[in-house]
């Protein structure tokens, strides 16, 4: 329904314009972004002009804002100022498919950045944001396929929706301490999203969005400021929320169409609830408001909220009867250590009571072994790793240790014509053997040796895949 709404709105606004429609709607909206950190407004524009590779426009209070670029270099570093003007922001589409760019950077002097402003550069793998970037603008970095890492400064508090949709190699997001709304979709489709545990996934002060299959109930975690847009959109088996007493914003859509949602709790911290929030949450009957009733009318709630507003309210909820709505989680390990040879299984045990969406299983070093959905772990080389086991941000802890196959012996005597069988510990698959001296011992497929004449040869066995051991044998 929300994206439906917002095609519908983008159509009415093209049709208010004859002549390039879009780019009209995009400068308009930089004029109200500029207006609002400058006090400049369109009126009190004075020129567009171009100053080296870079189009500026002027304003009357000694501001100025990019509006777009013309050369061709790879790397461009925007000044604080131009023509005595301070240059506070990077405008709508300024640099857009500008895909021969590689590195930006910008001055402390920007406040904002605007929508789609660097979207489409492809090539772009560096970008410094200065510090003092409160918003970054929908689409902002969008289809930056080559931005592998981006630092957000503590100046952000807003990042707009799609912002870094589709940076596909985007893996390290640096920074972002101070960042309270997100719109929706903003990192989808990176790999840092990708790489983020099941459950709900925050980025600064923000619930970002839930991944993984549908939980019964979300608890929210302390400290947390702002709900992001669509952040629960279309949880299907969702029934109850609880929100810690941090909370101050719920973004457009961000319960939209949870269509069991049956109770939530709302701090008294909220101060406004966006369009759509708990739209098509026909089963929300149950509001526990921890403020006055006056309070409540003060929260500036958006249109598409009627499910909110048609719910019973209780005023002046206190934390210690919501307490009571939580369902409690508990994670239990029969066994928190175990051990697996390289290329072995190992199965970890996880007792879940009242599971609340998928148990994941993380380790800490995927280059000693890998552990999947199921909680099943194969060994790639010998050391020691951790595992993270979590439902519901339940945590525990399961030490593991990966060791090279052995084998029975390392040294040996024998007679002309005694034998022995090599035993491995550990095996996994098929083992190779091999001796340096068919002569003095030869040895068969199964780790038999025998000894044939006086003197030395070294027996090689590989196994496990690729791990080589082996046995001196001496005959007498």
Request: charged share 20%; glycine share 8%; aromatic share 8%.
């Amino acid at each position: 329904m929300k994206r439906i709404s917002f095609f519908i709105a983008v159509l009415l606004v093209i049709n208010m314009f004859s002549i390039a429609p879009t780019t009209v709607f995009a400068n308009a909206l930089d004029d109200v972004f500029a207006s609002s950190y400058s006090g400049a407004t369109s009126d009190e524009a004075t020129a567009d002009e171009v100053v080296g590779d870079i189009t500026y426009r002027f304003y009357s209070d000694g501001t100025a804002k990019v509006r777009g670029y013309e050369g061709s270099n790879c790397v461009v570093q925007i000044p604080e100022t131009v023509k005595n003007h301070r240059v506070i922001a990077v405008s709508s589409d300024s640099f857009y498919e500008c895909d021969y760019l590689e590195k930006v950077i910008l001055p402390d002097s920007i406040l904002e950045i605007g929508t789609n402003a660097f979207d489409s550069c492809t090539s772009l793998t560096t970008v410094s944001l200065g510090n003092s970037v409160t918003r970054i603008g929908s689409g902002a970095f969008s289809c930056c396929e080559n931005l592998k890492t981006i630092t957000i400064p503590k100046s952000v508090t807003k990042i707009g929706s799609y912002a870094f949709f589709d940076c596909e190699n985007l893996k390290t997001i640096k920074g972002a301490d101070n960042v309270t709304q997100i719109g929706e979709s903003a990192f989808d489709n990176t790999l840092w999203f990708e790489s983020q545990p099941y459950g709900v996934v925050y980025l600064g002060k923000c619930a970002y969005q839930f991944k993984g299959a549908s939980p019964q109930q979300i608890v929210i975690k302390s400290g947390t400021v702002g709900i992001g847009e669509s952040a629960f959109y279309c949880n299907s088996k969702l029934t109850s929320v609880i929100l810690p007493d941090t909370v101050e914003t719920i973004g457009k859509w961000a319960f939209s169409d949870c269509d069991r949602l049956a109770e939530i709790v709302i701090p008294s911290s909220v101060t406004s609830i966006g369009r759509g929030a708990f739209d098509y949450c026909n089963k929300l009957s149950n509001v526990y408001y921890m403020g006055s009733e006056n309070s409540w009318n003060e929260i500036s709630i958006e249109a598409d909220n009627s499910a909110l507003n048609d719910a019973d309210i209780v005023f002046n909820y206190t934390r210690g009867k919501a307490n009571k709505l939580i369902i409690k989680t508990t994670v239990t390990l029969p066994k928190n250590k175990g051990k697996v040879f390289v290329n072995g299984t190992l199965k970890i045990k996880a007792v879940v009571k009242n599971a609340n969406g998928q148990t994941t299983f993380t380790i800490s070093n995927p280059k000693i072994a890998t552990v999947n959905s199921k909680g099943v772990v194969k060994g790639i080389k010998a050391g020691k790793a951790t595992i993270t086991v979590c439902n519901n941000d339940v945590v525990k802890k399961f030490s593991l240790a990966v060791a090279n196959p052995t084998l029975s012996t390392k040294k040996a005597t024998l007679e002309v014509g005694e034998k022995l069988t090599l035993k491995i510990n550990g095996k996994v698959g098929k083992a190779k053997f091999k001796t340096s001296n068919k002569k003095i011992a030869k040895v068969n497929n199964k780790g038999l040796i025998t000894a044939k004449k006086k003197g030395s040869a070294k027996i090689t066995v590989t196994t496990n895949g690729n791990v080589k051991l082996s046995c001196k044998v001496k005959v007498k």
